[in-house]
Nanobody, 123 residues
Framework: QVVLVESAGGLVQAGGSLRLSCTAS????????MGWFRQAPGKEREFVAA????????RYVGSVKGRFTISRDNAKNTVTLQMNRLKPEDTAVYFC????????????????WGQGTQVTVSS
Protein backbone atom coordinates (compact mmCIF):
# COMPACT_ATOMS: atom_id res chain seq x y z
CA GLN A 1 0.00 0.00 0.00
CA VAL A 2 1.24 3.45 -0.91
CA VAL A 3 -0.36 6.66 0.30
CA LEU A 4 0.32 9.73 -1.82
CA VAL A 5 -0.23 13.27 -0.61
CA GLU A 6 0.13 16.28 -2.89
CA SER A 7 1.14 19.71 -1.73
CA ALA A 8 -1.30 22.56 -2.05
CA GLY A 9 -1.74 23.98 -5.52
CA GLY A 10 -2.79 27.56 -5.95
CA LEU A 11 -3.83 30.46 -8.08
CA VAL A 12 -1.28 31.98 -10.42
CA GLN A 13 -1.36 34.42 -13.29
CA ALA A 14 -0.67 33.28 -16.81
CA GLY A 15 3.07 33.15 -17.43
CA GLY A 16 3.79 32.39 -13.81
CA SER A 17 5.22 29.31 -12.14
CA LEU A 18 4.06 26.80 -9.58
CA ARG A 19 5.71 23.78 -8.01
CA LEU A 20 3.74 20.73 -6.91
CA SER A 21 5.17 18.06 -4.66
CA CYS A 22 3.89 14.60 -3.82
CA THR A 23 5.07 12.63 -0.83
CA ALA A 24 4.70 8.89 -0.59
CA SER A 25 4.36 6.81 2.55
CA UNK A 26 4.07 3.10 3.00
CA UNK A 27 6.16 1.15 0.55
CA UNK A 28 9.26 2.90 -0.68
CA UNK A 29 8.55 4.98 -3.72
CA UNK A 30 11.52 3.66 -5.70
CA UNK A 31 9.50 0.50 -6.43
CA UNK A 32 7.22 2.56 -8.66
CA UNK A 33 7.15 4.64 -11.75
CA MET A 34 5.55 7.95 -10.85
CA GLY A 35 3.25 10.16 -12.84
CA TRP A 36 1.23 13.35 -12.78
CA PHE A 37 -2.23 13.61 -14.28
CA ARG A 38 -4.74 16.44 -14.40
CA GLN A 39 -8.47 16.80 -14.81
CA ALA A 40 -10.23 19.96 -15.87
CA PRO A 41 -13.96 20.49 -15.25
CA GLY A 42 -16.03 18.48 -17.69
CA LYS A 43 -12.99 16.73 -19.14
CA GLU A 44 -11.39 13.34 -18.75
CA ARG A 45 -8.29 12.83 -16.66
CA GLU A 46 -5.22 13.58 -18.77
CA PHE A 47 -1.66 12.33 -18.55
CA VAL A 48 0.84 15.12 -17.90
CA ALA A 49 4.23 13.63 -17.05
CA ALA A 50 5.92 10.45 -15.87
CA UNK A 51 9.31 9.49 -14.50
CA UNK A 52 11.01 6.14 -14.15
CA UNK A 53 12.14 4.56 -10.89
CA UNK A 54 15.69 5.87 -11.07
CA UNK A 55 14.56 9.35 -12.06
CA UNK A 56 16.71 9.54 -15.18
CA UNK A 57 14.02 9.13 -17.83
CA UNK A 58 10.91 11.25 -18.24
CA ARG A 59 7.91 11.52 -20.52
CA TYR A 60 5.54 14.43 -21.11
CA VAL A 61 2.33 15.21 -22.93
CA GLY A 62 3.05 17.50 -25.86
CA SER A 63 1.20 20.49 -24.45
CA VAL A 64 3.55 20.81 -21.46
CA LYS A 65 6.88 19.88 -23.02
CA GLY A 66 9.46 22.56 -22.41
CA ARG A 67 7.32 24.15 -19.67
CA PHE A 68 6.90 21.41 -17.03
CA THR A 69 9.60 19.30 -15.40
CA ILE A 70 9.02 16.16 -13.38
CA SER A 71 11.66 14.99 -10.94
CA ARG A 72 11.93 12.66 -7.97
CA ASP A 73 13.97 12.23 -4.82
CA ASN A 74 13.74 8.60 -3.75
CA ALA A 75 15.60 9.28 -0.50
CA LYS A 76 12.80 11.68 0.49
CA ASN A 77 10.01 9.69 -1.18
CA THR A 78 8.92 12.73 -3.13
CA VAL A 79 8.09 13.51 -6.73
CA THR A 80 7.85 17.08 -7.95
CA LEU A 81 6.23 18.83 -10.89
CA GLN A 82 7.74 22.20 -11.69
CA MET A 83 5.35 24.16 -13.89
CA ASN A 84 6.61 27.24 -15.71
CA ARG A 85 5.01 29.60 -18.22
CA LEU A 86 1.61 28.49 -17.06
CA LYS A 87 -1.40 29.02 -19.30
CA PRO A 88 -5.12 29.26 -18.46
CA GLU A 89 -5.62 25.89 -20.15
CA ASP A 90 -3.38 24.33 -17.49
CA THR A 91 -6.15 24.96 -14.96
CA ALA A 92 -7.17 21.61 -13.48
CA VAL A 93 -6.99 19.36 -10.47
CA TYR A 94 -3.57 17.73 -10.51
CA PHE A 95 -2.99 14.19 -9.24
CA CYS A 96 0.19 12.29 -8.58
CA UNK A 97 0.11 8.54 -9.04
CA UNK A 98 2.31 5.47 -8.64
CA UNK A 99 2.52 2.56 -11.07
CA UNK A 100 4.36 -0.77 -11.06
CA UNK A 101 5.08 0.06 -14.69
CA UNK A 102 7.38 2.86 -15.78
CA UNK A 103 6.62 5.82 -17.99
CA UNK A 104 3.10 4.68 -18.76
CA UNK A 105 0.61 7.31 -19.89
CA UNK A 106 -2.48 5.24 -19.09
CA UNK A 107 -4.29 6.11 -15.88
CA UNK A 108 -5.58 2.54 -15.49
CA UNK A 109 -2.00 1.34 -15.09
CA UNK A 110 -1.48 3.46 -11.99
CA UNK A 111 -2.31 1.63 -8.79
CA UNK A 112 -2.13 4.45 -6.25
CA TRP A 113 -3.41 8.02 -6.43
CA GLY A 114 -3.18 11.17 -4.38
CA GLN A 115 -6.27 13.17 -3.47
CA GLY A 116 -5.60 15.87 -6.04
CA THR A 117 -4.75 19.54 -5.74
CA GLN A 118 -6.29 22.50 -7.56
CA VAL A 119 -4.20 24.63 -9.88
CA THR A 120 -5.87 27.71 -11.31
CA VAL A 121 -4.21 29.92 -13.91
CA SER A 122 -5.84 33.28 -14.51
CA SER A 123 -5.55 35.13 -17.79
Amino acid sequence: QVVLVESAGGLVQAGGSLRLSCTASGRTMNRYGMGWFRQAPGKEREFVAAINNAGDTTRYVGSVKGRFTISRDNAKNTVTLQMNRLKPEDTAVYFCAASPLVLTIHSYEYAYWGQGTQVTVSS
